[in-house]
């Protein structure tokens, strides 16, 4: 079962949030085990837990491509966890919402939209 805590507790890791970063523009495609451990300059076996760790929360997906496993991010997921701090964005503020925040009607769906829009820019790998 998904859990908002759980997830707000695996990124709380500085690697899971680098990995969730690295992966975030990559879009659905996603990117090999391989790849991100390069480029975070992560061992095998530590990278093995985080990734584990990010997919058993639902914060990102797994997919196997022969021999590989690719990983990305569920917008969904990250939708929800944006939406749940816009949500009541400046609700209690009696001077009102600051320039930078989203209209009131921003609700979870409505940034899970936005986000899961994200990936029509991704490059592919």
Do not use: W
């Amino acid at each position: 079962m998904y859990s908002l805590s759980r997830a707000f507790e695996a990124l709380s890791h500085e690697a899971r949030l680098a990995i969730v970063r690295l992966l975030i523009p990559v879009g659905p495609v996603g990117l090999s085990a391989g790849t991100v451990g390069e480029k975070l300059g992560l061992a095998p076996n530590v990278l093995s837990f985080h990734l584990g760790r990010l997919a058993n929360v639902g914060l990102i997906r797994r997919r196997r491509q022969g021999r590989n496993l690719y990983y990305a991010v569920d917008y969904g997921r990250l939708g929800e966890l944006v939406g749940f701090f816009a949500e009541d964005c400046c609700a209690a503020a009696p001077e009102g919402c600051l320039a930078k925040c989203p209209p009131p009607e921003a609700t979870r769906e409505h940034a899970r939209k936005r986000v899961a829009a994200a990936p029509a820019k991704s490059k592919k790998t």
